[in-house]
Nanobody, 123 residues
């Protein structure tokens, strides 16, 4: 059984920062074999792609609206992925999900998902 557990969400003022973590576990799950991604879903909206990182961590890709503000990274020794979010804006408010699968922007390319962590940015 594969578990992805997000943490680090919370309430922050506009312009502030948060660091999300995604801890992976599972007897048959080899973290370093999977590309990882972050998605988010705001109330009443579809889940949208935020960032993705390849298995080694050397290749990353971001949606345009977070480029220069968010940084995705991973530590394959700790089986953990991160999303450093700086200069947060109210429109970043959403539930943030981590996922494991192929390096891709589409939800269908990911095999495993976490339960999500709420990020709320006040103006």
């Amino acid at each position: 059984q594969v578990q992805l557990v997000e943490s680090g969400g919370g309430l922050v003022q506009a312009g502030g920062s948060l660091r999300l973590s995604c801890a992976a576990s599972g007897r048959t799950f080899t973290f370093s074999w999977y590309a990882m991604g972050w998605f988010r879903q705001a109330p009443g909206k579809e889940r949208e792609f935020v960032a993705t990182i390849n298995t080694s961590g050397r290749m990353t890709y971001y949606t345009d609206i977070v480029k220069g503000r968010f940084t995705i990274s991973r530590d394959n020794f700790k089986n953990t992925m991160y999303l450093q979010m700086n200069n947060l804006k109210p429109e970043d408010t959403a539930v943030y999900y981590c996922a494991a699968g192929q390096i891709a922007t589409m939800t269908e390319e990911y095999d495993y998902w976490g339960q999500g962590t709420q990020v709320t940015v006040s103006s």
